[in-house]
């Protein structure tokens, strides 16, 4: 319900980067009324989605908060976007005033408000370098932890701060779409080593032929975002 903007595609980037490297890595699809075991995975993909699939994915999600809370204290690697990103706060105000409440994960809220913000982000992150994308949302989100990055360009978490993202022990939230992992494979390997370390398990992560993925990073910073970065 949440694999809005081919949110899909950051799955799909995180296996082959493990298979490329001769890794195994396991995929669960999981559908709203799935019984979760959190402590069966070592790593979280949640998407963004409409006002409403997010509702009722919120209200399904709610049921396991106590489990989500110590799973994300503990150190479970999650990766959140958009709608997803939301619904790891406290709740997401949609325009008619009702609060959807959400995972309450974060000291975060969102508030719907116009006009959407849409188009071409780049950021910078301290932990990962540019990152780029594309948002589109209603949400204006707030919190107390650190962002992702500093916007470069576009909206970010709400038009006024200037950050975009959040970060809080192994998570990481974000409005970035597009989907974020192929044209990011610094970040895509940054969430791979969270993830390897949290299992336990002592990998290497080999540098790969990331030529096609930085070539579209760039093509992305300078033609569509406007700015010119090394990466
Ligand atoms: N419904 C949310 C909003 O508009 C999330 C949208 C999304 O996931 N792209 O803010």
Redesign the pocket.
């Known amino acids: 319900m949440l694999n ?2 081919a949110d899909r595609g950051n799955v799909q980037t995180l296996l082959r980067r493990c298979e490329w490297r001769g890794l195994h890595a396991h995929v669960t699809p999981v559908r709203r009324h799935d019984e979760v075991r959190l402590r069966d995975y070592h790593l979280v993909l949640i998407g ?4 409403r699939e ?1 509702a009722l994915v919120a209200e399904a999600l709610r049921r396991r908060r106590r489990e989500w809370k110590a799973a994300v204290e503990d150190g479970l690697p999650v990766l959140a976007v ?2 997803g990103y ?1 619904l790891l706060g406290e709740y997401y105000q949609l325009p008619d005033g009702t609060k959807v409440p959400g995972l309450e994960l974060l000291d975060l809220v ?1 508030t ?1 408000g116009r006009p ?1 913000l849409i188009g071409n982000i780049a950021i910078e992150s301290p932990e990962v370098g540019t990152v780029v994308g594309f948002e ?4 204006r989100t707030v919190h107390r932890h650190a962002p992702l990055g500093t916007v470069l360009r576009g909206h970010g978490n709400n038009g006024r701060d200037g950050y975009e993202g959040v970060r809080y022990r192994n998570v990481v939230g974000t409005y970035i ?1 597009g989907p974020l992992l192929p044209k990011n494979p610094r970040l895509a390997d940054f969430l791979l080593s969270l993830a390897a370390a949290y299992a336990g398990v002592a990998v290497d992560f080999p540098p790969l032929d990331d030529e096609l993925e930085w070539a579209a990073h760039r093509a992305f910073l300078t033609r569509h975002a406007g700015v010119r970065g090394p990466r």
């Open positions: 809005l903007y963004g989605g409409s006002d997010q958009c709608g939301q969102t719907a959407r589109n949302h209603g949400g779409h």
